[in-house]
């Protein structure tokens, strides 16, 4: 159980809550925003000084039924519950991240030639891609492993403004620390996953101000603008599948509009995989 992070993620959820949503009577102006702890613990049925001890990191093993409670009380969506069990130390899924591509992905990706195609695992290492992916991103096989990581890529590269717009950029960034956030209650011992952490924490003061809103929330198909300097804009659909069997894995495909622009810059990138 990690008190520490259960502790802050009950406080960012308190503070978004308002009397309102959760049909309480206002009782008028107030210091801080959100729900009053004594509100939340009303809500969820439990007595004060036990909410109290969780918010300030001391509280006990809280139970499923206490867990479920505080869910419905702090209003919280599916990734939100999830994410508040694990950090509670009632993981739903492996503790242990892992980096082995299946055969059948490898394959796959292999197959998809003229749709970029990669493999992340949940600290956004980079494990396996097609050639095609490898030239939309920047050409992938000639980075060194820190630098194939995309967490690192967003918030540090310094040529990311050339690849992604600003408002395409801080979307994407967004959604990766909140995608991040959920990898990081998952696998709250994976050294690799809580070294990034520490690393871009101490770098990125962007990656530090989203990780402090404790979002969680997972990956899914997005719409990306990317600017490639040999085919120009392409305006890609990032679709985002966990591998079967294997949810610290995902597949990564980046596809468009049948007979768009985009469509035939992708075509575009292919034939100069071939002739490279």
Partial sequence: ???????????????????????LPDAGRRRTPGLRRQEVAQLAGMSIDYYIRLEQARGPHPSRQVLNA?????????????????LAGQPLEPVRIRTDV???????IAFLEEVPAFVLDAKYDMLAWNPVAGLLLGDLDARPPEQLNVIRWVFMAPDIAEHLGDEEKGRFARASVADLRMAAGRYPDDAGLQALVTEMLALSPEFA??????????RREQRKIITHPRVGRIEAI??????????DLRLVLYTAEPGSRSHQALRELRQLTLSS
Avoid: I, K
């Fill in 209 to 218: 101000r989203l990780w402090a809103e404790h979002e969680v929330r997972p």
């Fill in 70 to 86: 505080l869910a419905r009380a702090l209003m919280l969506d599916q990734d939100e519950r999830a994410h508040l069990f694990r």
């Fill in 238 to 247: 990032c679709q985002v599948m966990p591998v079967p069997d294997r949810d």
């Fill in 1 to 23: 159980m990690n008190h520490d992070e259960l502790a802050e993620f009950l406080r960012s959820r308190r503070a978004r809550v308002t009397v309102r949503d959760v049909g």
């Fill in 102 to 108: 299946p055969d059948s992905v490898m394959h796959l």
